[in-house]
């Protein structure tokens, strides 16, 4: 069974920066990796994914601000996130894309002042 396991996450005004990590213990060669996220009351979303080859996709609200990034031999996946607005504010899963593993327990980003 793959585990998910993200950190990073905190509490930082509008307009900073938060880098996020996602380890995974099996590999992840071959397999299109995501960020998601889930905001109270809400229902989770895609934001950004990669494929293999580091093709890139993001939502809308975060194309500019938010970069994903892969490292395979370390089984990591990262978001860089930059500009953060108070809609950021959410708990923030890796898993793979379309998801088939566990999710894990996500890591909680707030942006506020």
């Known amino acids: 069974q793959v585990q998910l396991v993200e950190s990073g996450g905190g509490l930082v005004q509008p307009g900073g920066s938060l880098r996020l990590s996602c380890t995974v213990s099996?590999?992840?060669?071959?397999?299109?990796m995501a960020w998601y996220r889930q905001a109270p009351g809400k229902q989770r979303e895609l934001v950004a994914r990669i494929t293999t080859d580091r093709s890139t996709n993001y939502l809308d609200s975060v194309k500019g601000r938010f970069t994903i990034s892969r490292d395979n031999v370390k089984g990591a996946v990262s978001l860089q996130m930059d500009s953060l607005k108070p809609d950021d504010t959410a708990v923030y899963y890796c898993?793979?894309?379309?998801?088939?593993?566990?999710w894990g327990q996500g890591t909680q980003v707030t942006v506020s002042s």
């Open positions: 898993n793979n894309f379309p998801t088939t593993w566990s």
């Open positions: 099996g590999t992840i060669f071959g397999i299109t």
